[in-house]
């Protein structure tokens, strides 16, 4: 729900007759967009995934910014460390030990995940599948489907570290790893990268005023956190 208004952004931003009509409806939008993704008062994942496909919108020409991956290191390593700041006290203090602290927090678990992950598979061995077939079958009840594995990171963390706090995001390629070792690693890589050049041909080929390349960007910030 939160990102409906970044989705009516983006089906506004490829009609310039519409943007030209509800100029006020935009700023609207633009600003409850703002609001009800605000980086001081929820998760830094769920911000970046809404505000990088509203930078997106708003500044089309970023896509093919060459700088853009310094934006990227600027925002995780500098912007959402000082959100945080802001996240549980109504006072601030801009201090780099207690900013660094952040990088330990479990905004950045993915990292972590991934040696624990690799600790994970070496002791205790593969999941053969489970793993994926929980995530393609999602919707499907776990008595229907009683292959259906426990969240990897919850997983993971229950395995080697039993009764610590285990609502991690776990790693696209760990996810692999689990289910089907190094070849998974490579296999889950390969997959990735060949539908996001699949996806960016399009997206750069395509009419503009396309449905795909109004989502395009809208779904980018999810595209990059699900990584």
Known sequence: LKSFPILFLAIMRTDKAIM?????????LLFYAALIN?????????SMSAYLGLLFIVFPRLLSWKYIDLLFVFGICVLFPLASQFKFSSQIDL???ELSKVFLSV????FALMEQGIIFHEKYGLCNGTQIISSIFFFVPRSILPIKG???GALIIDALHPGSYNNVSCPFLVEGLLDFGVFGVVLYGFFFS??????????IYSNKRSVFCTLYPFLFGYWVFMM
Not at 38 to 46: D, E, H, K, T, V
Not at 107 to 110: H, L
Not at 194 to 203: A, C, G, N, Q
Request: no cysteine; glycine share 0%; proline share 5%.
């Open 150 to 152: 426990t969240p990897s």
């Open 107 to 110: 905004d950045y678990d993915a």
């Open 20 to 28: 030209k009509k509800h100029k006020i409806l935009f700023v609207l």
């Open 95 to 97: 201090k780099l030990f």
């Open 194 to 203: 060949f539908v996001t050049i699949m996806l960016d041909y399009k997206y």
């Open 38 to 46: 605000n980086p001081i008062a929820q998760s830094r994942f769920l």
